[in-house]
Antibody, heavy 120, light 111 residues
Framework: QVQLVESGGGVVQPGGSLRLSCAASGFTFRNWGMHWVRQAPGKGLEWVAVIWFDGNNKYYVDSVKGRFTISRDNSKNTLHLQMNSLRAEDTAVYYC?????????????WGQGTLVTVSS | QSVLTQPPSVSGAPGQRVTISCTGSSSNMGAPYDVQWYQQLPGRAPKLLIYGNNNRPSGVPDRISGSKSGTSASLAITGLQAEDEADYYCQSYDRSLSGSVFGGGTKVTVL
């Protein structure tokens, strides 16, 4: 069965960096686009970034452009999110999701999430 | 302020029917990109409930249905049960933002 397991969350000071990882299993990882979606405490869902199946195309929400970088290692079935220049408003649970491209795209499987707290 | 607009809350008694609306614009649902719905139980990750406007993934009961018309969509839950108490989110793609967008979420309370 499809499994997505995030890791790497924690507490970091404003301006700091953190690298999230997502280990994928149960499907052919290299064939699927992958996304990060976040949820601030008590708030709604916000799409963060997407990387195409081959890693050649990446797109980000405006609020993280120039600070976050999404990447993947298809040989290790792993997705990453490098987060730099972190701000208090980046505090959230970050979910790794598998994307289906179909007249837009949507997310059929979600990990359990990893909490990132940006605080001094 | 979410790109897609949902009511903050809806409620109903067990067995009743509730609907959740989702309103977008010409750059997302009216483009016309499909709308999806997700259910998030307390303390859990979201789960796909409806995709492609009105399709249910395997395992989602047929008392849950979705529809879309123009820049609006709705999710209907009939025969409301205690286990339906959760937050529900609509989602689509926005061509102006070149990314996915969500509604602000609707909390369903079973009275």
């Amino acid at each position: 069965q499809v499994q997505l397991v995030e890791s790497g969350g924690g507490v970091v000071q404003p301006g700091g960096s953190l690298r999230l990882s997502c280990a994928a299993s149960g499907f052919t990882f290299r064939n699927w686009g992958m996304h990060w979606v976040r949820q601030a405490p008590g708030k709604g869902l916000e799409w963060v970034a997407v990387i195409w199946f081959d890693g050649n195309n990446k797109y980000y929400v405006d609020s993280v452009k120039g600070r976050f970088t999404i990447s993947r290692d298809n040989s290790k079935n792993t997705l990453h999110l490098q987060m730099n220049s972190l701000r208090a408003e980046d505090t959230a649970v970050y979910y790794c999701t598998r994307g289906i491209a179909a007249n837009g795209y949507y997310f059929d499987y979600w990990g359990q999430g990893t909490l990132v707290t940006v605080s001094s | 302020q979410s790109v897609l607009t949902q009511p903050p809350s809806v409620s109903g008694a067990p067995g009743q029917r509730v609907t959740i609306s989702c309103t977008g614009s010409s750059s997302n649902m009216g483009a016309p990109y499909d709308v999806q719905w997700y259910q998030q139980l307390p303390g859990r990750a979201p789960k796909l409930l409806i995709y492609g406007n009105n399709n249910r993934p395997s395992g989602v009961p047929d008392r849950i249905s979705g529809s879309k018309s123009g820049t609006s969509a709705s999710l209907a839950i009939t025969g409301l049960q205690a286990e339906d108490e959760a937050d529900y989110y609509c989602q689509s793609y926005d061509r102006s933002l070149s990314g996915s967008v969500f509604g602000g979420g609707t909390k369903v309370t079973v009275l």
